[in-house]
């Protein structure tokens, strides 16, 4: 049953998403001048370029409405008390030229900010990535910092945009304001009282959704994720044969549609409001422009005015009016963009993780790993997954690990290849703790397959280099790889060898089985010769026996440390060492004659997979 909304005090509004903070204004108004620096850095020429047209934009409209009553007053002049006939061309001549001119650099200027949005969003996706790539393990799984990184890459490329766009439309209207104001002064300051009047109202309906919106569109990215997920399962070729199979995809839908109505409802309410808000609003605005039109219509019929005042100063009221409007809707869409900016900077503020440090070796090698008293308990979780964990593992050691599901052998994988830092106890290897290796250098001492393993949609060729972050080209070392992997085979059979595309999102890809993948995911692992351990989290859960055997025999090479990490329980007979995890804890230790003598849980998991072979 679904938790009601919170309607205490702290929340008045029952709004599921009145939770979210607000940023501080103060702090919001300091990634403006962020967002101008990383604009300025990408692409100073196109800044340069906007702000000198965005200058002229703000400047044409007053010189118009000055040509246009020097055009009305002429006409008036040439007619009625025989004035020139030229003039009133010669006036609208000028106005044409500045009318196309403004034209022309109205198009100039979409055409520039187009190509600055490229350039920003490509400069702030890049400090995002930068960000997330220094980030270690265990913070990037953070659903926390999994969130900030939805939001900051759904924003990336708009917002710093749209907030610098922002401050170049600010400028521009705020200019434009000031040649009407210097104009409409002439005529009484109350004019320009008039016209900041006029604009208020919708801007602080604008200011107050902006806040809103902020918090709903926020609050509500979980629901996001999720309705992206079900779409997933109703179009990937992944999710199809369980889907078909099952029969689930009216089921599916009809929880994607749930989904889909309440977040559509909660979004048109909000819209709603706004939208009627803003009419009331325009109601207020308009009234208080027709009192100006009325006054300045009054003082021509009183002569004090000519014609052509008359309807450049009404043109200066209506238009100073939109222009405020403008302006303050602006300075509002500008306040939404800096909320938006601030998840941005959230993420880009945030810590990376564990502090490394830059050894190179410890200083007793030879030693090997030792875990004393290690824990470690995943956020949010009501129990450790590990707890107590003391192990020696002396250079060259081929150690098993067997437990079952969730009982932490995949989280001692990631301890011991320093991915995850122990929240009790300590690692050391060759008696160095892990942290103050580093990293580079830590992880060169191991090779590892993790499960689940990636597969990536790139070629076979790069799936086997990235064991070494693709800084592997060789073919022959590819091939190696291969050969030791077991994929030897698999790569001969595709038609373009190295180079085929695994992926049927290309023309010419080719999908894999999962044994195929796997085959390719142990390469990547044997692609580190040189790596003194090789830690294996069930590495042949989809091969055969046979290739089972052939690939653990190729893999204990002389002098190199072995963890397998294996449901299979045959695979361990020829470990040195197994021991035995349930709930945390090693609860048996030994090898595999002494564990079946000892009669206890690696016995009856020992036999209950015998039973099942011997039928």
Request: charged residues 15%; glycine residues 10%.
């Amino acid at each position: 049953m679904a938790a009601e909304p919170d309607t205490s005090p702290a929340n008045p509004s029952g709004s599921p998403y009145a939770h979210v903070k607000t940023p501080a204004l103060r702090e919001a108004l300091s990634h403006a001048l962020w967002a101008m620096r990383m604009a300025w850095r990408a692409a100073p020429g196109l800044t340069l370029a906007i702000a000198a047209i965005t200058v002229w934009i703000a400047a044409g409209p007053a010189l118009a409405a000055w040509l246009a009553a020097k055009i009305v007053d002429s006409v008036l002049a040439a007619a009625t008390a025989g004035g020139s006939r030229a003039a009133p061309l010669l006036w609208v001549a000028a106005e044409t030229v500045v009318l196309g001119a403004l034209l022309a650099a109205r198009r100039m200027l979409a055409l520039r900010k187009r190509l600055l949005q490229a350039e920003l969003g490509y400069a702030v996706g890049g400090a995002v990535f930068d960000k997330t790539l220094r980030m270690d393990l265990q913070t990037i799984e953070s659903p926390a910092v999994q969130q900030q990184i939805v939001l900051a890459r759904q924003s990336a490329a708009a917002r710093p945009f749209g907030l610098v766009s922002r401050v170049f439309d600010v400028a521009q209207f705020t200019l434009t304001l000031v040649t009407f104001a210097v104009v409409l002064w002439t005529f009484s300051p109350l004019a320009v009282l008039i016209v900041i009047l006029g604009g208020l109202p919708l801007f602080f309906s604008e200011l107050r959704f902006s806040g809103e919106f902020f918090r709903f569109y926020t609050g509500r990215t979980p629901e996001m994720r999720r309705r992206s997920y079900l779409e997933g399962l109703m179009t990937s070729d992944s999710a199809a044969p369980e889907r078909l199979h099952a029969r689930a995809g009216a089921a599916i839908m009809q929880r994607y549609r749930a989904l889909y109505e309440r977040l559509f409802g909660e979004d048109r309410a909000l819209q709603v409001r706004r939208a009627w808000g803003g009419v009331a609003l325009i109601a207020v605005s308009s009234l208080v422009f027709m009192g100006g039109k009325i006054w300045v219509v009054w003082v021509a019929v009183t002569g004090a005015i000519t014609l052509g005042q008359m309807t450049m100063y009404v043109a200066l009221l209506k238009q100073g009016q939109n222009t405020v409007t403008s302006l303050l809707a602006t300075i509002g869409g500008g306040y939404e963009d800096l909320l938006y900016m601030s998840n941005l900077h959230a993420l880009l503020d945030a810590p990376e993780g564990v502090a490394r440090g830059a050894a190179a070796a410890g200083p007793l090698p030879g030693d090997g790993y030792r875990l004393e008293g290690v824990g470690f308990t995943y956020p949010g979780a009501a129990k450790p997954a590990l707890e107590g964990v003391s192990l020696h593992i002396p250079p060259g050691t081929r150690l098993g690990v067997v437990g079952a599901n969730g009982s932490g052998k995949t989280t001692l994988v990631k301890l011991l290849t320093g991915l995850y830092a122990p929240q009790t106890g300590h690692i050391t290897l060759d008696g160095l703790a892990l942290s103050d290796w580093a990293p580079d250098a830590l992880y060169a001492r191991t090779a590892a397959l993790f499960q689940p393993f990636q597969r990536y949609q790139l070629t076979a060729g790069e799936n086997i280099a990235m064991g070494e972050g693709l800084r592997v080209d060789d073919p022959a070392m590819l091939n190696e790889a291969a050969v030791r992997g077991l994929a030897a085979p698999l790569i001969a059979d595709l038609p373009r060898g190295l180079d085929t595309n695994l992926s049927r999102q290309f023309l010419d890809g080719r999908e894999l089985s999962g044994g195929q993948w796997q085959r390719l995911a142990l390469a990547r692992a044997m692609l580190r010769s040189g790596a003194e351990t090789l830690i294996l989290d069930e590495p042949t859960a989809a091969l055969d026996p046979a290739a089972e055997a052939e690939f653990l025999q190729s893999a204990a090479a002389p002098g190199r440390t072995v963890i397998l990490i294996s449901h299979r329980l045959s695979n361990l007979q020829y470990a040195d060492r197994i021991v035995v995890l349930d709930k945390g804890r090693i609860v048996e230790d030994g090898d595999h004659a002494a564990l079946l003598a000892a009669g206890g849980l690696y016995k009856s998991l020992f036999d209950k997979q015998a039973g099942f072979y011997r039928g």
